[in-house]
Nanobody
Framework: QVQLVESGGGLVQAGGSLRLSCAASGRIFSLNDMGWYRQAPGKRREWVATITSGGRTNYTDSVKGRFTISRDYAKNTVALQMSSLKPEDTAVYFC?????????WGQGTQVTVSS
């Protein structure tokens, strides 16, 4: 059984920074794309960023230049460094990973940005 566990959420003032981490564990035979999604209250879950197994990164337009996704291939972890945070970044952030040819989700971590 595979598990994704996020950490690092919290409350921060606008303009501040937070770093989210996600660790994949269990019987992992194949780990491909890893990424982050978020869901604000009353809104659909939206894609934020992805990093491929080859290290290529992609970001949704609203976070480009402010967020950086990275991964540690040896530890099966992915991180999201968030800077210049805005109140509209407030959401539950979910880790996502393509593991063993399936799609896995973490439980989510709350990020709240106060104005």
């Amino acid at each position: 059984q595979v598990q994704l566990v996020e950490s690092g959420g919290g409350l921060v003032q606008a303009g501040g920074s937070l770093r989210l981490s996600c660790a994949a564990s269990g019987r992992i035979f194949s780990l491909n794309d890893m990424g982050w999604y978020r869901q604000a209250p009353g809104k659909r879950r939206e894609w934020v960023a992805t990093i491929t197994s080859g290290g290529r990164t992609n970001y949704t337009d609203s976070v480009k230049g402010r967020f950086t996704i990275s991964r540690d291939y040896a530890k099966n972890t992915v991180a999201l460094q968030m800077s210049s945070l805005k109140p509209e970044d407030t959401a539950v952030y979910f880790c996502n990973a393509h593991i063993n040819f399936g799609v896995n989700w973490g439980q989510g971590t709350q990020v709240t940005v106060s104005s």
